[in-house]
T-cell receptor, first 111, second 114 residues
Framework: QQQVKQSPQSLIVQKGGISIINCAYE??????FPWYQQFPGKGPALLIA?????SEKKEGRFTISFNKSAKQFSLHIMDSQPGDSATYFCAAVYSSYKLIFGSGTRLLVRP | EAGVAQSPRYKIIEKRQSVAFWCNPI?????LYWYQQILGQGPKLLIQ????????DSQLPKDRFSAERLKGVDSTLKIQPAKLEDSAVYLCASSSGQGRYEQYFGPGTRLTVT
């Protein structure tokens, strides 16, 4: 099934806190899982990505945790900052490098 | 390296009118995508090009939408005639396509159909 389910729809975190966004999928043919960050009026920008043979990837304050058996993956933003306030999309790549996106999470980081 | 360019940034038209969007991908990127992003939703793929050939247009409403990529570089997406439900942001993305999964998005064109 070509679908990626994302939660929560919105998230409010205090500055310095940890933001966690979760995604789940069904199609085991997905072979790459990127996260995109989108600011108002801008296109999505690739933030971090992981392959299904890796359980965790960390880049700065951003970490992806991947559970292949559960078909779930999540984005953790450590030490969240007001500048991180944006909409985050999980996605999955399937045949011929096509992307399918989750429904998005609007993150607000309060000062 | 210049990013993906799109124009216009905004367009307001009445229903049943036609509209065209233009995209210039990152230099050297063989693969080009058009997405539709309805407010509050994730982008949805409309069409994928590899050079100047169509790889996948299964989600393109072909009765009113058309797209072309002449010479394997720039691309245009056209809607004729537009419907109210076509109001959305139309995003163009490109990828090197050489075994690389990363897609780079342009700023999008916000279309309002009244």
């Amino acid at each position: 099934q070509q679908q990626v389910k994302q939660s929560p729809q919105s998230l409010i975190v205090q500055k310095g806190g940890i933001s966690i966004i979760n995604c789940a999928y069904e199609n085991t043919a997905f072979d790459y899982f990127p996260w995109y960050q989108q600011f108002p009026g801008k296109g999505p920008a690739l933030l971090i990505a992981i392959r299904p043979d890796v359980s965790e990837k960390k880049e700065g304050r951003f970490t992806i945790s991947f559970n292949k058996s559960a078909k779930q993956f999540s984005l953790h933003i450590m030490d969240s900052q007001p500048g991180d306030s944006a909409t985050y999309f999980c996605a999955a790549v399937y045949s011929s490098y096509k992307l399918i996106f989750g429904s998005g999470t609007r993150l607000l980081v309060r000062p | 390296e210049a990013g993906v360019a799109q124009s216009p940034r905004y367009k307001i038209i009445e229903k049943r009118q036609s509209v065209a969007f233009w995209c210039n991908p990152i230099s050297g990127h063989a693969t080009l995508y058009w997405y539709q992003q309805i407010l509050g939703q994730g982008p949805k793929l409309l069409i994928q090009f590899q050079n100047n050939g169509v790889v996948d247009d299964s989600q393109l409403p072909k009765d009113r939408f058309s797209a072309e990529r002449l010479k394997g570089v720039d691309s245009t997406l056209k809607i004729q005639p537009a419907k109210l439900e076509d109001s959305a942001v139309y995003l163009c993305a490109s990828s090197s396509g050489q075994g690389r999964y990363e897609q780079y998005f342009g700023p999008g064109t916000r279309l309002t159909v009244t």
